[in-house]
C-alpha cells in the first residue's frame, strides 16, 4: 500500500510560485536556459543584447556621485582619483570570475557561493551581507531622490521618501522583462539629465576648470600631493561599492547559453555589463569631481 503524503498549504502555495516562470524568480534555483542557436530550452528566450543592456543600467544609482564628491571634499582631488582607479581596477579583477560563472551556469550569489565551498551556512551568511549591503544602497538612492523632489517640485521629504520605496515594488515583483521595459521607457529621461547636468556646469563655471584639479581641503594636512593615509582613507569608503557585482550578476545569469555563433556578443556584453560595469562608474565619479566642487564653490561663495 502506497503511503499517503500530507502537502501542507504553504507547501503548495511555494511549489507554485516555484512553478510559475512568469514571475521570473529563480533565486532558489538554476535560472531556465536557453539555446538561441537550435531555439531549444525554457520559457526564458531573452537575447543576449537584452540583458546586457539591462545589467548595464544598474549602474545608473546616484550614490556613485555622492561618494565621489564626499572623498574629494574630504581628502583633495589627487587622492580621490587615485582611490576611485586603483579601488574599480580591483573590483574589475575580482568580478570577472564571479560575472563569467553566473553567465555559464545561470546561478545567483546563494548558489555561487555554496558552489564555492561556503556551505549552506556560509552562504546563507553571505546572501545576508548582500541583502543588508542591498537594503542601505537603496535606502542611500531614496534619500537622494527624495531629496531632489523637494527641491525641484516641493515634495516633503517624508513623502518622497514613501514614494520612492512604494514605486519599484511593481517593478521588482514582475521580473527582470519588467525592468528591461522600465528602463528602455526611462533611459532618455535619464540621458538627458546627465548631460543637462554637463551643460550647466560647462557653461557656467567655465572660469573655475584651471583650479579644480589642483583642488585640497585646507584643514587636512598633505591633501594637496598624493599621500597613503588619505589615499586609503578614500579607498575604505569606496570598498562600500564591492557587493555590486552582487546586483550584476542577478541579471547576467539570465545570459542564453553561449555557442559558436553568439560568442563574441556573449564575452562583449559579459565584460561591460558584469566587471564591466566599473567603466561607467568611473566616468560618472569622475564627472562627479567636477560638479561637486563647483557645487562647493558655489555654496561656499
Known amino acids: 500500500m502506497t503511503a499517503a503524503q500530507k502537502i501542507f498549504k ?118 545576508l551581507i548582500y541583502a543588508s549591503f542591498t537594503f542601505i544602497f537603496f535606502a542611500i538612492e531614496a534619500a537622494i531622490l527624495a531629496s ?50 554637463i551643460g550647466v556646469v560647462v557653461t557656467q563655471e567655465y572660469q573655475n576648470f584651471e583650479g579644480w584639479t589642483q583642488y585640497a581641503p585646507v584643514d587636512v594636512p598633505n591633501s594637496t600631493h598624493f599621500d597613503w593615509v588619505l589615499f586609503g582613507a578614500a579607498a575604505s569608503v569606496l570598498f562600500a561599492l564591492m557587493a555590486q557585482i552582487g546586483e550584476q550578476v542577478d541579471y547576467l545569469r539570465f545570459f542564453p547559453i553561449k555557442t559558436q555563433q553568439n560568442r563574441r556578443r556573449w564575452w562583449f556584453w559579459l565584460i561591460l555589463a558584469g566587471p564591466g560595469w566599473v567603466f561607467i562608474g568611473a566616468i560618472k565619479m569622475l564627472l562627479e569631481l567636477v560638479f561637486g566642487l563647483f557645487g562647493h564653490f558655489r555654496w561656499c561663495y
Open 10 to 127: 504553504v507547501r503548495r502555495h511555494y511549489n507554485k510560485w516555484v512553478a510559475d516562470q512568469t514571475m521570473e524568480d529563480y533565486a532558489l534555483r538554476y535560472t531556465s536556459r536557453y539555446d538561441s542557436s537550435s531555439k531549444q530550452g525554457h520559457s526564458h528566450t531573452m537575447s543576449i543584447e537584452r540583458v546586457g543592456h539591462t545589467a548595464l543600467g544598474a549602474t545608473a544609482f546616484l550614490a556613485l556621485e555622492g561618494l565621489a564628491a564626499v572623498i574629494t571634499l574630504a581628502y583633495g582631488f589627487t587622492n580621490a582619483v587615485a582611490a576611485i582607479l586603483i579601488v574599480l581596477a580591483v573590483f574589475f579583477i575580482t568580478g570577472f570570475p564571479i560575472a563569467y560563472y553566473s553567465a555559464k551556469h545561470g546561478l545567483d550569489i546563494d548558489l555561487l557561493t555554496r558552489g564555492a565551498g561556503f556551505g549552506y551556512l556560509g552562504s546563507t551568511i553571505t546572501s
Open 148 to 197: 531632489a523632489m523637494e527641491v525641484l517640485l516641493g515634495i516633503p521629504l517624508a513623502l518622497g521618501y514613501a514614494l520612492s520605496a512604494i514605486f519599484v515594488i511593481p517593478i521588482v515583483t514582475h521580473g527582470i522583462r519588467a525592468i528591461s521595459r522600465f528602463q528602455n521607457g526611462t533611459q532618455w529621461v535619464w540621458l538627458v539629465l546627465q548631460v543637462a547636468a
